[in-house]
């Protein structure tokens, strides 16, 4: 029993993102007993994580790789190294590929960590072999991402929409990503199109939020430049 309340709490993360009832979960797991440890581990970490404990959650991320070196348990552990910077994480997601040499994950977050370290070919490498390796709507927004940190955005709207058309959520930050790029490429009109829907579905968000601010200093230098003329 206490397997499948981990199970669920991995189920809350993944469809509900909320990282509070996946607490309760693990909380009851841990009362009723469970086996596999090194899953617990790994959500138990993740969860740490979104709760901004960075250093519990990767020791109990590394203690579930110790337990069992599944690419499951890798590529959570990597996910959480790439996303804070640490310069683990491009050592994880090549024990990853070494597993699977197809993993698309792998290949997006090695294409990150290049573009990072100022790499952009290798990091267009990886982009291409991660499209040809896409099978889901995440990895359709992770590559839109890999393309708009090396500033190809209008492969990332395409990557982006096609993540769109598989029902990537949650939608906030998807359009956020959208208008982001659109803006880069000067196509303000669009960029405020999808920025007004990512308001609509998550106007909390962070990103949202930050994409909104360069919105403002767009819609300012626009109105100076009116004034100028």
Not at 27 to 35: H, M, S, V
Not at 163 to 177: F, T, V
Not at 181 to 209: M, P
Request: glycine share 8%; charged share 30%; with cysteine.
């Amino acid at each position: 029993m206490g397997d499948l309340y981990v199970w669920c709490a991995d189920l809350e993360l993944l469809a509900n993102d909320d990282p509070g009832k996946a607490r309760q979960l693990l909380d009851k797991a841990r009362t009723l007993k469970y086996l596999d440890k090194a899953a617990y581990h790994s959500t138990n970490g993740f969860v740490l994580w979104l709760a901004g404990e960075r250093e519990r959650a990767i020791a109990e991320l590394e203690e579930s790789v110790a337990l069992n070196p599944t690419i499951r348990h890798l590529a959570q552990l990597g996910k959480v190294l790439s996303t804070d910077g640490d310069g683990r994480a491009p050592g994880v997601w090549r024990r990853v590929l070494q597993r699977d040499p197809k993993n698309c994950q792998a290949h997006i977050y090695l294409g990150i960590e290049a573009a990072k370290s100022g790499d952009r070919g290798q990091a267009l490498l990886m982009a291409k072999r991660a499209e040809r390796l896409s099978l889901s709507a995440l990895d359709s927004f992770e590559i839109g991402r890999l393309y708009q940190e090396i500033s190809e955005f209008q492969n990332a709207i395409v990557r982006y929409m096609d993540a769109d058309r598989l029902g990537y959520e949650p939608k906030g930050p998807l359009y956020a990503s959208i208008a982001a790029c659109y803006f880069s490429l000067g196509d303000n009109e669009d960029g405020r199109r999808y920025l007004q829907w990512a308001t609509k579905f998550d106007a909390d968000n962070e990103y949202v939020k930050e994409v909104q601010k360069t919105s403002r200093r767009l819609g300012e230098r626009g109105s100076k430049g009116d004034r100028a003329d």
